[in-house]
């Protein structure tokens, strides 16, 4: 998703919450419902990335970083690094990943927020950690050897 994008995003998830709060049946905790729908907020915006809504500049404006930024901008790449390689991953097992990995939620509790059975879960998150694995060590040539 872009950058620009997730305030957006943010937004559209609590205009879905506000909706549809009457319909939580409480078949999972409240957590796990609100990933859910922000799984599918988020993979609707994807979805949706194609359609340009900005006009990019010739030439970007450049912002002076000082010297003691460095391990932010480390950071940072390597944020921008990880989304690199999330984005190769398929929308069934982006989601998976992030809410297992990341988000460090049970994976009952990912099964159900990306509806579908338990197992799925656990053999999307682990092809998608054997892919995330693969790509992260074209970064790291410590890893690749």
Same mark, same amino acid.
């Given at each position: 998703?872009?950058?620009?994008?997730?305030?957006?995003?943010?937004?559209?998830?609590?205009?879905?919450?506000?909706?549809?709060?009457?319909?939580?049946?409480?078949?999972?905790?409240?957590?796990?419902?609100?990933?859910?729908?922000?799984?599918?907020?988020?993979?609707?915006?994807?979805?949706?990335?194609?359609?340009?809504?900005?006009?990019?500049?010739?030439?970007?404006?450049?912002?002076? %970083?000082? =010297?003691?930024?460095?391990?932010?901008? *480390? /950071? #940072?790449?390597?944020? &921008?690094?990880? !989304?690199?390689?999330?984005?190769?991953?398929?929308?069934?097992?982006?989601?998976?990943?992030?809410?297992?990995?990341?988000?460090?939620?049970?994976?009952?509790?990912?099964?159900?927020?990306?509806?579908?059975?338990? %197992?799925? =879960?656990?053999?999307?998150?682990?092809? *998608? /950690? #054997?892919?995330?694995? &693969?790509?992260? !060590?074209?970064?790291?040539?410590?890893?690749?050897?």
């Amino acid at each position: 998703m872009r950058e620009a994008d997730v305030e957006d995003a943010c937004q559209d998830v609590f205009v879905v919450l506000h909706r549809r709060l009457s319909d939580f049946r409480g078949d999972s905790s409240i957590k796990t419902w609100i990933y859910g729908i922000c799984v599918r907020v988020a993979s609707e915006y994807r979805r949706r990335a194609h359609v340009v809504r900005e006009v990019p500049e010739a030439e970007p404006a450049t912002l002076a %970083q000082p =010297a003691e930024q460095i391990e932010q901008v *480390a /950071r #940072r790449e390597s944020l &921008e690094r990880l !989304a690199g390689i999330l984005d190769q991953l398929d929308d069934e097992k982006r989601a998976v990943f992030v809410l297992y990995e990341l988000e460090e939620l049970s994976m009952t509790n990912v099964a159900k927020a990306v509806e579908c059975p338990i %197992q799925t =879960a656990y053999s999307r998150q682990h092809a *998608a /950690r #054997r892919l995330v694995t &693969e790509a992260a !060590a074209k970064f790291d040539p410590l890893r690749s050897s």
